[in-house]
């Protein structure tokens, strides 16, 4: 049984860090090492101490002066749109209309949808993010390219065939029935599978009638393990649009409630125009707020008020996402840095600690796998990235003046992108390395 072991700077987190002073709340080695057996972290500590529990043939691998981090996670994006990034000109439901729709029909074709998850899952983990929370198209086949590149790999994901049967062009449209019987057969051929997680994915309300909201929420019931992913209280004119197909809710957020979208697994996409009573059903109901920065500003969708959300009297569980193809950015370090400059705008700030806390296990826990993945604790599946924060000409020089971890962490993000990810471990395997992602 081959097993590996990582020399380098290791860092991975216990709980929120409260300031950059909060040293408990993070596990940090100067000189760290991680033993890797079957795709897990066997031992993680010291690597003088580390390295007496590896056996004979264990493969060492030094990463010395990085940093080893668990691998990013990004909780909501759409893996159809890579060719939808950078459309000019319009905000949410003109820009669906004109560009997003019309380029989800070509995932009628199998081949094609095979052919962009390959690239997209390549894209994430180039750029250090080893899950993803993935959107499909309304087709079958376009969850089935994904899930199966994604098993080839090894990668935890979690991934659905959108469900949407009105207010869309012909070529994206289900049935309230077919989106059930299809979402059921995905399930059941690939929810369990590997490391493969199946979510259940009404796009928004006003793509879904109400037939079909309560066919999600019928799924929700039969399957309660599983997590729902939807969109919600992104724009003012989608707000309005939602209100008025849907006159009984008393808000947006009742839509969802009313059918029983809400709980411990939905994530909700954006949550930016919430009430207080919306946020209220949502922290009673542990429902997550997906923070996608660089969709909320391209797009001109608002700011997402993470610090208010996150220390009111009922805090929201909140996730960070990259929201790729309204999001601009594959990089969830360019994500954090563009979150941290809409959290300024609120009058607030993230420090880097914080930052990296949500990039790994805060989002672990908001996605209920921190079991799993988001840190580098013995027992955990041996998803980790490698990061150089001297990666460039301007990074190395700004380096030159950088003196603590923090600031080290924060010049990372700021400045950092795919080529301060040096190496990515998927169970285990280097893929840079190994696949030449
Ligand atoms: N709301 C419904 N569908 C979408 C989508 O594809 N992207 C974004 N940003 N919002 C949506
Ligand atoms: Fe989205």
Redesign the pocket.
Known sequence: MTSTLLRGRTLSFLRWPETVDDHSAWRYEDDGGLLLRDGRIVAADAYADVEKKADEGVKKIDHRPHLLLPGFIDAHA?FP?MQVIASYGAE?LDW?NTY?FPEETKFQNAQHGRRIARLFLDEMVHHGTTTVAA?CSVHKESAEAFFAESHDRNMLNIAGKVMMDRNAPEGVLDTAQSAYDDSKTLIKEWHGKGRQHYAITP??A??SSPEQLEMAGALCREYPDLHMQT?LS?NHA?IAFTLQLYPQARDYTDVYERYGLLGRKSLF??CIHLSEREADALSDTGSVAVF?PT?NLF?GSGLFDYQRYRRREKPLRIATAT?IG?GTNYSMLRTMDEGYKVIALNGEKLNPFQSFWQLTRGNAEALSIVEKIGTLDQGSDADIVVLDARATPAMRLRMETADTLAEELFLLQTLGDDRAVREVYVAGRAMKTDMAV
């Open positions: 759409h749109q949410l669906l997003t959107y796009r928004f006003i793509t969109h992104e989608e996409g954006h996608c969709s797009l929201d309204g």
